[in-house]
């Protein structure tokens, strides 16, 4: 079965800083998609960032980047110049192949916390 | 331009009581999911439906059932609630095939005393 790991409960940035928040995951499937989704205060979650497993290149956004490690099953995200609007709890998450089993699973959550 | 609805937001319920959380999508995706999000667990998938006339168990379904009425519609029942229950809950569909993008309802907070 497919994991979905991240280490820190809660992080803490100075505004216009670099913060990389931490995933890795599990699995045996050789082709899957991973994302980061934001969750403010207002509950909604808001699609980040995503990568496709086959993918090599990193996947960048603006301020978002990613750091995937496929052999290492890692997928980190690195938000730069920080912003006031970034706190909220992010979540790493794991989406089966369309030849798969459809799941799509998420970590524990790492709280921002941005200070100004 | 709805999205994903979530009926009821909020909801208290007795021991042993039932209920059946909502969800309607308006954007004709395939599949749907049904997550608890509880402090410290991040968002459990309770069920799916990978397609219109599929289900699927998750990581936590025991005390849980679920139908996909049709391609619109996917509902979490609760046949006897327990406080071990209380949670928010929401609800997301995706397209599938050309997509992986996860659109989520608003929540239902659920409360089991």
């Known amino acids: 079965a497919q994991t979905v790991t991240q280490s820190q409960p809660e992080m803490s940035v100075q505004e216009a800083e670099t913060v990389t928040l931490s995933c890795t995951y599990d699995?045996?499937?050789?082709?899957?998609?991973l994302f980061w989704y934001k969750q403010p205060p207002s509950r909604q979650m808001i699609l980040v960032i995503r990568?496709?497993?086959?993918?090599?290149q990193n996947a960048t956004e603006n301020r978002f980047s990613v750091n995937f490690q496929k052999a290492a099953k890692s997928f980190s995200l690195k938000i730069s110049d920080s912003q006031l609007g970034d706190a909220a709890m992010y979540f790493c998450?794991?989406?089966?192949?369309?030849?798969?089993?459809?799941?799509?699973?998420f970590g524990t959550g790492t709280r921002l916390k941005v200070l100004a | 331009n709805a999205g994903v609805t979530q009926t009821p937001k909020f909801q208290v319920l007795k021991t042993g009581q039932s209920m059946t959380l909502q969800c309607a999508q308006d954007?004709?995706?395939?599949?749907m999911y049904w997550y608890r999000q509880d402090p410290g667990m991040g968002l459990r998938l309770i069920y799916y439906?990978?397609?219109?006339?599929?289900?699927d168990k998750g990581e936590v379904p025991n005390g849980y059932n679920v139908s996909r009425l049709n391609k619109r519609e996917f509902s979490l029942r609760l046949e006897s609630a327990a406080p071990s229950q209380t949670s928010v809950y929401f609800c997301?569909?995706?397209?599938?095939?050309?997509?992986?993008?996860?659109?989520f309802g608003q929540g239902t907070r659920l409360t089991v005393v």
């Open positions: 439906s990978a397609s219109e006339g599929t289900t």
């Open positions: 997301a569909s995706i397209e599938s095939v050309l997509n992986t993008e996860a659109f």
């Open positions: 998450a794991y989406r089966s192949p369309f030849s798969g089993t459809y799941k799509y699973i």
């Open positions: 954007m004709n995706h395939n599949s």
């Open positions: 990568q496709e497993a086959y993918k090599q």
């Open positions: 699995t045996s499937e050789s082709d899957y998609y």
